[in-house]
C-alpha cells in the first residue's frame, strides 16, 4: 500500500511541477492581452479565453499536487499543536470523510456535463473564442481523479503511520 501512496505522489508531484509552467503561459499572456489592448487599442477572444483555460487548468491539475506537497489550506485550531498520532488520525479521517466522497460527488455529477460536451466538441460561444471548451471541462474530471488518487494516498499514509506511531502515555 505504502508504495501505492508513493507512486499516486510521483504522479500528482510530476503534473504539479509541469502544470507549475502553465503559470508562465498565464502571466505572459496576460500580459500580452493587457499591451495589446491598452497599447496599441487591439483585442483577441481567444487571447482573454486563453487566460481563463490557463487559469482554470492550473487550479484543477495542480490542487493534488498541493494536496500531496501538503501546502493546501487547514483550518488548524487544533492540529497544530497535536500529536503526530492525532494528526495521522485527522489527515486519515479527513481523507476519507471529506476528500474522496467530494471528489466521487465532483466526477460522478459532472461526467455526463463533459460528455455532453465531448459529443458536440462544444467551443466558444463567440465565434472568434477558443473552439475547445469540451477540453476546459475535463479538467473538471481529471481534478477529481487527481485529487481522489491524493486522498487515496493521504488516507494510506495516516493509516499506516497512526498504527505505526506508539500512543500517547505509552
Known sequence: MQELARQIDRLNIAIGRSVSWVLFGLVLTQFAVVVLRYV????????????????????????????????????????????????????????????????????????????????????????SGIPAVFLLKTGILLFAILTGLQGLALMIRAG??????PRAGS
Open 40 to 127: 496599441f487599442g487591439v483585442g483577441f477572444l481567444w487571447a482573454q479565453e486563453g487566460v481563463i483555460y490557463l487559469h482554470a487548468f492550473l487550479f484543477l491539475l495542480a490542487a493534488g499536487y498541493v494536496l500531496a506537497i501538503d501546502a493546501h489550506v487547514r483550518v488548524d485550531l487544533f492540529y497544530r499543536n497535536a500529536p503526530a498520532r492525532k494528526k495521522a488520525l485527522v489527515n486519515g479521517l479527513g481523507a476519507l470523510f471529506f476528500v474522496i466522497p467530494a471528489c466521487v460527488l465532483i466526477f460522478e455529477q459532472s461526467w455526463p456535463y463533459v460528455a455532453r460536451s465531448w459529443q458536440v466538441l462544444e467551443g466558444s460561444a463567440e465565434a
Open 160 to 165: 499506516s503511520s497512526f498504527f505505526a506511531l
